[in-house]
């Protein structure tokens, strides 16, 4: 019983997460951005001490159900694990113990303290699950759901519905596109061969939590007087933690998944309190049940403990019409990088983002991808290529579980300065082809571009545009918008430090 619990709360996790990553269309982040924000790490950055202190109590009372339950990388294992075991009938009790490789656990960890507190952000979150996990969902699933999403779209076209609608399928970064993928075979293999290696030699939030396991309140633990020594529990633990020859469990691998208790035949291993007053043997049969009825318990307040949101209605995703389309220019060269409205600074974006890429996943205007810089790679960045930073458009701020991007509404938004534009008349099409535009300035939502005459003196003469830098926001609205190619007329540099206007 408990480890069904177990599976059916790690598939609701599972999918509810994967899904944050595929839908485009952002709807889904109202019902299930909790998912998110309830990561370690995530929350570990966005200084939101109450899910940190109710994921360190929650492995305290019950162990690592995290790791089994919540994190979706770990799940991704188990799930490749299965498969595995599923392929051959031996291959299902393939595992063995092995002890526990503590140098290489608290090695990788330090590293991972010390990579981030210097700044080297793009080495640390190789190794962050949650953030692994979002790169592989958004470089490498997302693409396969969006190309079936068009597919379903041509079909309702021919079928007249509008139920689906098309939407552009491109690589964001080749180079976040490349982790993802040797991300997933490393993993995929690891979880293949060895069920949890990763999680427990490398994954610096299973050493956090493992610590603390140790003393966990409830967890399973081994009846010598019933156990046989068959071995069977050991070969089907895929976190090689159970040493039968000490009849002895290490906690700070065991992920609570329950496989073992469904394993054994005799009852030996249940899932029981090991502090107070202990059972003799003579009450240990009419204790059992007392016993699994506590770790049911133990499952249900866990779920509740990390699964409780509010529910606020979905938003529809509004997209932008009456516009003609036109070739993509080339990225300009930014002296400063963009970062979104909720940043508060450059600074703040870099220390805080894990580079899961939720962000980029649900950006209706295709303004955020994966940086390619060597110091913020992976991490986000804007740029107005293929769309512009819509001002009512706060889905980055409202997704971001890190506090990378805070939270902020669409009142704020349109006062907040990322950046602000710069002009190069030297590419502006009114002095290289001699025609009329004013597309920059028609289309400023805040009226920071005005046309003035090339020569104040004729009445007659061609208009172009100036940039009150007071009123520009950064939208990127004027550079998106620009005829001239291959390098617009016009171009946001960011801000260092955000302001309101």
């Given at each position: 019983?408990?480890?069904?619990?177990?599976?059916?709360?790690?598939?609701?996790?599972?999918?509810?997460?994967?899904?944050l990553?595929?839908?485009?269309?952002?709807?889904?982040?109202?019902?299930?951005?909790?998912?998110?924000?309830?990561?370690?790490?995530?929350?570990?950055?966005?200084?939101?001490?109450?899910?940190?202190?109710?994921?360190?109590?929650?492995?305290?009372?019950?162990?690592?159900?995290?790791?089994?339950?919540?994190?979706?990388?770990?799940?991704?294992?188990?799930?490749?694990?299965?498969?595995?075991?599923?392929?051959?009938?031996k291959?299902?009790?393939r595992?063995?113990?092995?002890?526990?490789?503590?140098?290489?656990?608290?090695?990788?960890?330090?590293?991972?303290?010390?990579?981030?507190?210097?700044?080297?952000?793009?080495?640390?979150?190789?190794?962050?699950?949650?953030?692994?996990?979002?790169?592989?969902?958004?470089?490498?699933?997302?693409?396969?759901?969006?190309?079936?999403?068009?597919?379903?779209?041509?079909?309702?076209?021919?079928?007249?519905?509008?139920?689906?609608?098309?939407?552009e399928?491109?690589?964001?970064?080749?180079?976040?596109?490349?982790?993802?993928?040797?991300?997933?075979?490393?993993?995929?293999?690891?979880?293949?061969?060895?069920?949890?290696?990763?999680?427990?030699?490398?994954?610096?939030?299973?050493?956090?939590?493992?610590?603390?396991?140790?003393f966990?309140?409830?967890?399973?633990?081994i009846?010598?007087?019933?156990?046989?020594?068959?071995?069977?529990?050991?070969k089907?633990?895929?976190?090689?933690?159970?040493?039968?020859?000490?009849?002895?469990?290490?906690?700070?691998?065991?992920?609570?998944?329950?496989?073992?208790?469904?394993?054994?035949?005799?009852?030996?291993?249940?899932?029981?309190?090991?502090?107070?007053?202990?059972?003799?043997?003579?009450?240990?049969?009419?204790?059992?049940?007392?016993?699994?009825?506590?770790g049911?318990?133990?499952?249900?307040?866990?779920?509740?403990?990390?699964?409780?949101?509010?529910?606020?209605?979905?938003?529809?995703?509004?997209?932008?019409?009456?516009?003609?389309?036109?070739?993509?220019?080339?990225?300009?060269?930014?002296?400063?990088?963009?970062?979104?409205?909720g940043?508060?600074?450059?600074?703040?974006?870099?220390?805080?983002?894990?580079?899961?890429?939720?962000?980029?996943?649900?950006?209706?205007?295709?303004?955020?991808?994966?940086?390619?810089?060597?110091?913020?790679?992976?991490?986000?960045?804007?740029?107005?290529?293929?769309?512009?930073?819509?001002p009512?458009?706060?889905?980055c701020?409202?997704?971001?579980?890190?506090g990378?991007?805070?939270?902020?509404?669409?009142?704020?938004?349109?006062?907040?300065?990322?950046?602000?534009?710069v002009?190069?008349?030297?590419?502006?099409?009114v002095?290289?082809?001699?025609?009329?535009?004013?597309?920059?300035?028609?289309?400023?939502?805040?009226?920071?571009?005005?046309?003035?005459?090339?020569?104040?003196?004729?009445?007659?003469?061609?208009?172009?545009?100036?940039?009150?830098?007071?009123?520009?926001?950064?939208?990127?609205?004027?550079?998106?918008?620009?005829?001239?190619?291959?390098?617009?007329?016009?171009?946001?540099?960011?801000?260092?430090?955000?302001?309101?206007?």
């Amino acid at each position: 019983m408990l480890r069904k619990i177990r599976v059916v709360l790690a598939a609701v996790f599972f999918v509810g997460i994967t899904l944050l990553f595929l839908d485009f269309t952002g709807t889904l982040h109202a019902w299930l951005g909790w998912m998110a924000k309830v990561q370690f790490l995530p929350a570990v950055l966005a200084l939101n001490f109450g899910v940190v202190a109710a994921l360190l109590i929650l492995t305290l009372l019950f162990g690592r159900v995290y790791c089994s339950v919540i994190c979706p990388l770990g799940v991704m294992q188990d799930i490749i694990s299965w498969i595995h075991g599923k392929t051959k009938k031996k291959n299902r009790f393939r595992f063995s113990y092995s002890p526990a490789k503590k140098w290489l656990r608290y090695a990788v960890l330090i590293a991972f303290i010390i990579t981030f507190a210097f700044g080297a952000h793009s080495v640390a979150v190789l190794v962050a699950p949650y953030s692994a996990y979002g790169r592989i969902a958004s470089n490498l699933l997302a693409p396969i759901y969006q190309w079936g999403n068009n597919f379903f779209a041509w079909i309702a076209e021919r079928a007249g519905s509008y139920a689906f609608y098309s939407v552009e399928v491109w690589i964001k970064s080749t180079a976040t596109f490349a982790v993802a993928a040797a991300t997933l075979v490393v993993v995929g293999f690891l979880a293949w061969k060895n069920g949890r290696t990763w999680c427990n030699t490398i994954c610096p939030v299973g050493t956090v939590l493992g610590f603390f396991a140790k003393f966990s309140l409830f967890a399973p633990v081994i009846n010598t007087e019933k156990c046989r020594n068959c071995g069977l529990c050991g070969k089907q633990c895929k976190a090689a933690c159970i040493n039968m020859k000490e009849h002895e469990i290490d906690l700070s691998r065991c992920v609570a998944c329950m496989d073992c208790i469904d394993t054994c035949k005799e009852g030996a291993i249940s899932y029981t309190r090991r502090y107070g007053k202990k059972c003799t043997s003579k009450c240990e049969d009419i204790k059992k049940e007392e016993n699994v009825d506590k770790g049911r318990r133990a499952f249900i307040v866990s779920s509740a403990i990390v699964g409780t949101a509010a529910t606020v209605k979905a938003q529809e995703m509004k997209v932008d019409g009456g516009l003609a389309a036109i070739a993509r220019a080339e990225k300009p060269e930014r002296q400063t990088p963009l970062v979104p409205a909720g940043s508060l600074s450059v600074k703040n974006f870099s220390d805080h983002c894990t580079a899961c890429q939720l962000c980029v996943s649900v950006c209706p205007n295709q303004v955020l991808r994966p940086s390619t810089s060597l110091m913020t790679l992976m991490q986000p960045e804007m740029s107005y290529e293929r769309g512009y930073c819509r001002p009512e458009c706060t889905k980055c701020s409202d997704v971001c579980p890190a506090g990378a991007i805070r939270p902020i509404t669409r009142e704020e938004k349109s006062s907040i300065q990322i950046g602000h534009a710069v002009v190069n008349l030297a590419n502006c099409v009114v002095n290289t082809d001699e025609v009329k535009c004013g597309n920059c300035a028609r289309h400023c939502p805040v009226g920071a571009i005005r046309m003035v005459r090339k020569d104040p003196d004729n009445k007659e003469s061609l208009m172009i545009p100036t940039v009150n830098e007071e009123k520009c926001i950064g939208c990127g609205a004027c550079e998106n918008l620009c005829p001239a190619r291959p390098f617009t007329a016009i171009h946001v540099e960011g801000h260092e430090v955000h302001k309101y206007i």
